[in-house]
Every structure is written in C-alpha cells, then in structure tokens.
C-alpha cells in the first residue's frame, strides 16, 4: 500500500496508494518539476491516504487549497467489500447513476438528495472560510454551477467513517522556479497577528507565525544551529513573534518586485511592533526555517513539569481578519484558567495551532478538556469559525451538531447510512447511521491519563524520558537519511520505533504497578533472584504470557544509537530506558550468551591482543564462525589489529604513561602534552587509526601520551549491565579526573565512546563524575591553524558521519570541514542516516536482514559515488559496515590529515 504507481507530467497527475508518504511522493515528483501541494509539517511521515482523511491542508493553503482540491479520483473499499472507483461526473450522469440498483447508486442518489435538495440550507449554514467545513463537505460535492458532481469530496475529510481508501489520483503542481523568505520580527504576537493581514493582501504565497515560547524552544533544541543565522537577534530588543512570509514565482523580477515593496512598507512599520526582518533566498536556507517552523508541535512537548501541551483545541479556524481579536480573546480564556501554551500556524488561512499545558495525570486538569472545549466552540461561533480547520474532528464529533445544525446533521447521518449501515467504519467519528441508537465519541471519554495516573508518581518522574512521548510521530520519519529511527525505517513497524517503544514500557510499566511491584526497588534489588530461579522462569511455559517478552521484543531490535534522544522533539532517549528495562529483565530470566560477550568485550579484547595471530587465525576458519553463529548467535566477527598498538607504537615516547612523573611537570611542559583516551574498537580493531593520531599530535608540535586502556563501559550499558556499568564508570571517572586536575587535554577517537562519558556517566555518577572533559579529534583540532598541504595532494573527500555524533553534536560536520579546509584540502559532507552496524548490533544473527536493509537504505547507494580513497568516516561501526559489504574499509578522517601534513 506504499507505491507510487504511475506518473503523468505531461497531464499533470499522479496514482498512489494510500500508504504513499507526502515526502516520498515529492520525491519522486521532484526530478519532474513537480510537487503535490498541500503543505504539511508532518510531510516526513503524512501519508496520502491520512492527507485524504482529513482533507489535510497547512502552509500556503490560500493558494494551494486542501487536499480535496487536488483529489481527481480515489479507489475504496466499502464495510461490505464493494470497491468504489470515485471521480468528477456530470450531473446528467449522475442522475442515470442514481436509478441503478447498486451500492454507488444508493450513495450517488442519497448525495443529490442531500447536496442539490439541500443547497440553500447548506450555503447559508457553512463558513465562507479557506478551511471550509469538511466531515462531510456538502458544499463541494457539487461544483459551483451544479454541473457536476464529486462523490471523492464526501470520502475526502471523512476520517475513515465511510470507506477505507485504497488509492487515490491527484493532481500535481509544477515547482515554482524561484523563492524567497522574508522573516519578520515583532515585539509583541499581537503585533504579528494583526500585521499579518496586510501581507497576505500584498500577494504573499504564504504568512506562517509563531510566538515567543516556540522561539524559546526552539533555541533549546538541536534544529537552532541551522537556523540561529537565519532569525538573528535584534539588538536592545525581544523577538516576540514571528511571521516568515513566503513569496514563489516563476519570475525572479516578480519576486524582487513583491520584495521591494514589503521592505518598503516595513521599514516605516515601528508603530506596528515590527522591530526587524530578514530576507532569504536559498531554497535550502528556507527549508531550514520551515523544518524549525514544523518542529513546533513537537517543541512545545519538551516543556517542563508534568503539565504537557494537549491537542483538543488546537486548530480553530476562524476568518483572517478575525484572527487577531479571536487570538487575543482565546488567550484571554486560557488565562483566565492559569494554563501555559505556545501559538503556531497558518495566519493566512485563519489557523492557528495551540496545545494548553495540562497535567492529564491529574483528575481535576483532566476535567478541564471538556470545560475548555464547551468555551473554545461558544469563542469560533463568535467569530464567524470552525472548532476544527486541519485535523479533522475525531473525538470532538459531539460538537458536529452545533455547527451543521439539525437539519444539516441528519443528512450527514443519511450519508453514513448509505455508505456503512452497520457502522463498521471508524464508529463514534462525525456522525452514527440514521438508524443507530450508538454515542458519538466525546472529550469526555476515557483518556491515555487515566491509565498513566495508575503509575506512581516517582515511577512517572524516573521515567520521564518514557513518559514524556506526546505522539508527534517524527520517528516515523520517511526521509532515509535521517538518523531516527533505523529500526522503523526497516521494519515498517511502528512498535520499532521510539514513539512505539516508550507506549511499550509505559504499559509495562502499568502493569507492573497494578500488581503492586515496586520498580524503583526492582531496579535496585540487591538481592535479585537465583541463578536457578532465572533458569526456572526461562524455561517455564507457565510466564509465556508475560509482557515484558513483548516489551523485550521491541527492545531488542533498537539499535541504540542514540538519534532519538536529540532528533526526538521531546527527547525521548531509547536506549536509556532500554537499558534500565534490560536490567530488570534479567533479573527474572537468564541472559543470552551474546549480551555476555558484549558486556564483556572490553576485558576480553586486550586478553586477546596479546596473541592476535592466533585469535585471527580461528575467526578466519568457517567452522569456527559457524560455530560462534550457532552458540553465541554472532557473525562477522572483527579480526583483531595486526601488527597490535603496542607493536605500532614501540620504542615511542607516547607508550610511556607515568601518572606520578606527569604530575612533577610544571605547567609549560604539560601544556605541550595531549592524552588519548583508548577504546577498545579502535585500539585493538583498528590500531592504525589510534597510531596515525598520534603522528598527527605530533606533527602539530605537541607530545602525545597514550593513557593506558580503561574500560569505558558503554557495550555494558547497551546490554543493560547497569550495575556493572556503574563500578566500570566510577573507576574511569576517577582516573581521567586525575588527568583532568593537571590541566591535560583529553582526547578520544570514538564518537559513541567519548560521547558516554557526557551522557551516561553523568547520568549515573551524578556529582561523583567530575567535570574531567574528553574531546572528540575534531573538538580539539578546531583550535589549530594548520598547515597546508601541496596542490597536488588535494581531491574531494566525503565524510560520512557517524549518526550518534552528528545528532548530540549537530556542528561536528560542519567543524570536519573547517579542519580539511584549514589544511587546504576539500571535505563534503554525505547525507546519511545509520549504516545499519550500531555496535554490535550488525553482528548479532538475529539483525543481519535489518542491518543489511539499513545500510541499504542511504549507505550503500552513497558510497558508491565515491572512489574509495575518498570516503572518510568517524565512526568504526560505520568503516567496519563498509568493509564488510563493499571490500574496502574507509580512514577516518584525521588519518588524511596525519598522511598530508
């Protein structure tokens, strides 16, 4: 159900199926100078068949309409299995239609009885609004001449209540040659609602706003180092609002000209509240401000405290000029209530976007949904509007009636009649059947707070990062090179995937409460059961029914990469949690050999690099491998580094460690000394990576000191050894402290490595870390001036980042280049998302399908347009996975720079 079928440029549409995503279809288009229009902020995960749904609109609406505007045809499939091929018909045919003894006669006869029997009713009674009343669009159904009519338009915007739609035929628009963004910064988000009208009346394509708490947020979270250039500060003054106002034409003259004109008029606005602006006209520039701009929902998520924003209210739509004096009235009712919310959307269409904080944990919050809802509905009426203009009704259908009036209300009832007599499709949503004596959903139905309020309140707070998911579904992302959430993109299946995985163990969670199980004391047990008794548990039949296997499931198939704890709006941390449920897990049943192997892969790997040749000898052997797949359920497992570290490195001064000699130094000669924090990957896997950095240090004048190997402990985290991980943390803390104290620069090569000791350590020592700081290569390359190389040694490199660094440390691409370029040598950085080895993960027999299909989703195509010399990649999974699907094994990128200079 996710194909695009066919293609026309030439007639300007496209067939899909309804599981198509927004994204992907524009994908396609794009090559073709084409897009499909409606303009969401969920395109990376919308799909078509969703957008039809709800008749989706969003940015730019004005010109580009809804999506039923773009509807030429759509394949369903009745409650009964009838399929319904729907498209435009004229009234002549509709006519003939409506006296057959069909399934799409009964509806065709019932649509003009409604729509053309109705008409007058229908115009006095529906808003003259952009976002017209859909849910069911009795307006539209019939074109403005009564020439023709669309059955589509009813399907459209039905929310799945009377058919399930297969496939769709839309219309496509040609791209637009030229853009520009002209973002305009007010003092107050009055001023920018009541400024707003004028641009729209000045020919602007689109005006999106947002206030100033989702600027605030914004500036919080890892999209600002795209965009802080972009919305700058205004010097002596606050940005309280902001519109970006989006010009498109085919004519760059058009554009300066439309331009010139809104500058003109701003420049002399003071007295509107506008403090500033700026203009962009790169298309990628401006993608980036609407990337930031459709963040917002998830944005607001990320405040603090257990009141949360909550979508009941949150797309009225109202007549433009009404919207700021609605706006300021709606905000007026919020506070008279005490809420916190934050304001986004669509001034152009009248829309805006507003979720008020609440605490859904608490009863008497919870009641105020409904209390709220009764106000907001009595406030749109007021003003001439809409309780929903973008997300359909869903559970505010009890409020169908006040806004269609009876008359009108019966005859949505008539139509749902026709289409689904025994209310099989999405029952309770618009309408029931004429005939049914069943509810219409309502506010005030059961809510997801009334099962989390079942969870302790010291439960709730200790797993926030599990508590705090809203749903915003960005993990469902479609783009490929994006890093969150490998796992989805390759199974499709939304329980593998952040939002999936924090439902899983909030119910897990649940569960345990209602049975009484402490699990802040679970986590904690100092006596946990008996070898015997996990033995007992795993092989019981009796627990099969357990849970936690489901839980255990999904857990398992997380790569714990770590993309979703910066990529994710709220920051909903996987692996976190994963590990922390791995824990308590096995406290009750017994560990597979593989998690004891990784969790011990750091004390085992420099045992084994005091006889590589031998170790490797054995991994070489098939037997030996097959061997290791059918016990320990690995595969591919690394040869170690031959000749070793210590080989590469004998007789040089950096092997000398001396913790008391360092500390006699005086202060001059330590500041020429750089310390290398030892993995285990890169030092016993990959030794001369280890040994060209230490060529590097000193090329660049300074005394390398290779610190002895410690284990860091993160294969223990991943694996849930969290006790072990603890004491494994405690000691390396303790030692890089010391190493810290005298002032010595830290460096490592890892990026998931160096990275733990940020993350992890701090989360599990607390205070006890310290504030000993270990860098990335790149982190402290940046302070150097470096020499450039000759002429004849440069080409183009390609830098493939590694996915955990490139999220927590969004900058570190651009800082690579700045390095190379420093040095005279060219850098471009590749877009990719995870190349599928994560670790371990990639080695583990159960996940060679996904780790496969991962690295083929943007690695494998990437790499090829590359020589290998080429390609330069930080991370050792990642040139460990290119080694092993394309028989050559990248450098990483201080090796080029060890190599020139």
Request: glycine share 6%; proline share 5%; with cysteine.
């Amino acid at each position: 159900m996710n194909q695009v079928l066919e293609v026309n440029p030439e007639q300007s549409w496209a067939r899909v199926q309804a599981g198509v995503v927004k994204d992907q279809l524009n994908d396609v288009l794009k090559p073709l100078g084409f897009f499909f229009a409606p303009d969401l902020s969920t395109s990376s995960r919308a799909t078509i068949g969703g957008m039809i749904s709800t008749d989706a609109s969003g940015q730019g609406s004005l010109v580009y309409g809804k999506t039923s505007d773009h509807i030429l045809g759509l394949t369903s499939v009745m409650a009964d299995g009838t399929v319904l091929n729907t498209a435009p018909m004229t009234m002549d045919d509709a006519k003939i239609l409506s006296q057959k003894v069909t399934p799409i006669a009964k509806i065709t006869q019932q649509l003009l009885d409604t729509c053309l029997g109705k008409r007058q009713q229908i115009l006095e009674k529906f808003p003259r609004l952009n976002r017209f009343l859909t849910g069911y669009d009795l307006e539209n159904t019939l074109n403005e001449d009564l020439t023709s009519l669309d059955i589509s338009r009813v399907i459209t915007g039905s929310e799945g209540s009377l058919v399930f739609v297969a496939e769709a035929k839309v219309n496509i628009t040609p791209i637009s040659r030229f853009k520009a963004l002209v973002n305009v910064k007010y003092d107050s988000f009055e001023s920018a609602l009541r400024h707003a009208p004028s641009m729209v009346a000045a020919n602007a394509t689109s005006v999106e706003t947002v206030d100033s708490n989702v600027l605030n947020l914004a500036k919080q979270d890892i999209i600002w180092h795209s965009v802080e250039s972009l919305i700058t500060e205004v010097a002596g003054k606050t940005v309280l609002g902001l519109n970006m106002v989006e010009y498109n034409s085919n004519d760059q003259a058009d554009i300066e000209q439309k331009i010139a004109t809104l500058s003109a008029s701003l420049e002399v606005a003071e007295n509107l509240g506008v403090i500033g602006y700026q203009i962009t006209y790169d298309k990628a520039d401006i993608q980036k401000i609407y990337a930031m701009r459709k963040k917002s929902v998830g944005l607001l998520g990320k405040t603090k405290g257990s009141k949360k924003p909550i979508a009941f209210v949150e797309d009225t739509a109202v007549p433009p000029e009404n919207l700021a004096d609605f706006i300021m009235e709606f905000r007026a009712l919020l506070d008279g209530h005490g809420l916190k919310y934050g304001m986004f959307g669509h001034v152009d269409a009248g829309v805006l976007h507003v979720r008020p904080a609440l605490d859904m944990c608490d009863p008497e919050q919870e009641a105020m949904v409904p209390k709220i809802s009764e106000q907001v509905v009595a406030l749109v009426a007021k003003y001439g509007g809409l309780m929903w203009g973008e997300h359909g009704k869903g559970y505010r259908s009890e409020y169908g009636p006040q806004f269609f009036g009876k008359e009108l209300f019966a005859e949505l009832r008539k139509i749902k009649t026709v289409f689904d007599p025994h209310n099989k499709m999405n029952p309770g949503k618009i309408c029931t059947p004429i005939e049914s004596t069943e509810s219409l959903v309502s506010v005030s139905d059961k809510k997801r707070g009334e099962f989390d309020r079942q969870i302790p309140i010291e439960v709730r707070t200790s797993f926030e990062a599990v508590m705090s998911c809203n749903g915003n579904g960005l993990c469902f992302n479609y783009d490929t090179t994006s890093p969150m959430c490998p796992s989805f993109k390759i199974t499709g299946d939304r329980r593998h995937s952040p939002k999936g995985r924090a439902g899983m163990v909030r119910e897990w969670l649940r569960l345990l409460s209602n049975q009484n199980i402490d699990v802040i004391a679970l986590e904690h047990n100092i006596d946990p059961p008996s070898w015997f008794e996990r033995f007992r548990n795993s092989t019981d039949k009796r627990v099969d029914n357990d849970f936690s296997h489901e839980v255990l499931e999904v857990m398992e198939g997380c790569l714990a990469c770590k993309a979703c704890s910066s990529q994710c709006p709220v920051s909903v941390d996987v692996p976190g949690f994963r590990s922390r449920f791995l824990s308590m897990y096995y406290q009750r049943y017994m560990r597979p050999a593989k998690d004891h192997l990784v969790g011990n892969i750091e004390k085992m790997a420099p045992l084994m690099a005091k006889a590589p040749g031998f170790i490797n000898f054995f991994l070489r052997q098939g037997w030996v491998n097959s061997v290791i797949r059918k016990t320990i359920g690995y595969i591919d497992t690394p040869i170690l580094s031959q000749p070793t570290l210590n080989q590469r490195l004998n007789g040089n001064a950096a092997m000398h460690f001396d913790l008391d000699g360092l500390k006699q130094l005086s202060p001059e000669q330590l500041a020429k000394k750089v310390c290398i924090v030892q993995d285990p990957f890169t030092s016993f896997y990959d030794a001369q990576v280890v040994e060209s950095l230490v060529t590097l240090i000193t090329k660049l004048g300074y005394e390398a000191v290779l610190l002895p190997f410690m284990p860091n402990g993160k294969p223990q985290h991943v694996k849930g050894f969290l006790k072990e991980f603890a004491k494994t943390a405690k000691t390396s803390a303790d030692f890089l402290n010391q190493l810290d104290d005298l002032g010595l620069p830290l460096i490592g090569v890892d990026p998931s490595m160096v990275l733990c000791y940020r993350d992890e350590y701090t989360k599990v020592l607390g205070a006890g870390r310290g504030e000993f700081k270990v860098q990335l290569v790149h982190e402290w390359l940046l302070q150097f001036e470096l020499p450039k190389v000759s002429q004849d040694k440069t080409q183009q490199y390609a830098l493939f980042g590694h996915c955990s660094e490139k999220t927590a440390l969004p900058t570190s691409e651009k800082q690579w280049q700045q390095i190379f370029a420093k040095a005279g040598l060219n850098l471009a950085a590749v877009s990719v998302g995870c190349c599928g080895m994560a670790g371990t993960f990639g080695h583990e027999a159960s996940h060679i399908e996904e780790s496969t299909g991962i690295y083929n989703l943007s690695w494998k195509q990437a790499v090829s347009q590359f020589q290998p010399e080429q390609i330069v990649a930080t991370g050792y999974s990642c040139r460990s996975q290119v080694a092993r699907f394309e028989e050559f094994k990248p450098k990483h990128p201080l090796q080029i720079l060890a190599e020139y200079l």
